[in-house]
């Protein structure tokens, strides 16, 4: 299993401005994905944040929306740029350790755009 | 993937089992059935997965039929806190892609 960080833990932020997540890991991991919860909604996933070189975004979802780094295999972040009230979601980051693929979630953060 | 159907929800009594059913019924031979739950405010939670033998571990037993075409999450003792959305997901383990598809999944309460 892994114990994963996130922060912040909710935000409420304005129409225009700019988020970043932060995801910290207790330990290396290889895989790490970055999901967003719209509200009643299941998940979805946005993008794989690999390291040492560009993620992997799903359809729907660009880069210049959703910047992500990852810096070592412990730490990511996830950026919400130019938000607007559609934005207004939990993101969650999870790592994956199992052998056979299971996930570990962070505990997410919310965001409301006012 | 395969895509599993789930119902939207379920209601179980306390300390009664919840059996909670999933068709995945264009299953491959080499997916496994996964099963999550997330409790209303908190990340998802992994419970258990399985092949094609039936699975049991501390929090949950998994029940996959002969022809692997649908599984049944069982809860012994269903508590309050067991009361989340639960969801069920196919996918070929290892790999390249690391990612879970999320369908919409059960909603179980359980109730004093």
């Known amino acids: 299993s892994a114990v994963i960080s996130q922060k912040p833990s909710r935000d409420i932020c304005q129409r225009g401005t700019s988020l970043t997540i932060q995801c910290q890991v207790d330990?290396?991991?290889?895989?790490m994905f970055w999901y967003r919860q719209q509200p009643r909604q299941s998940l979805t996933l946005i993008a794989t944040a690999n390291q040492g070189s560009e993620a992997t975004y799903e359809s729907g979802f660009v880069i210049d929306k959703f910047p992500i780094s990852r810096p070592n295999l412990t730490f990511s972040t996830l950026t919400v740029s130019n938000m607007s009230p559609e934005d207004s979601s939990i993101y969650l980051c999870s790592v994956r350790t199992g052998a056979v693929g299971e996930l570990f979630f962070g505990e997410g953060s919310r965001l409301t755009v006012l | 993937d395969a895509k599993t159907t789930q119902p939207p929800s379920m209601d179980c009594a306390e300390g009664r089992a919840a059996n909670l059913p999933c068709n995945h019924s264009t299953i491959s031979g080499n997916e496994y059935v996964y099963w999550y739950r997330q409790i209303h405010s908190q990340g998802p939670q992994y419970i258990i997965h399985?092949?094609?033998n039936n699975e049991t571990n501390e929090m949950a037993s998994l029940i996959i039929t002969e022809d692997r075409k649908s599984s049944t999450l069982i809860l012994p003792h269903a508590t309050l806190r067991d009361t989340a959305v639960y969801y069920c997901i196919v996918r070929v383990a290892g790999g390249s892609q690391g990612n879970l598809i999320f369908g919409k999944g059960t909603k179980l309460s359980v109730k004093p």
């Open positions: 399985g092949l094609k």
């Open positions: 330990s290396q991991v290889t895989m």
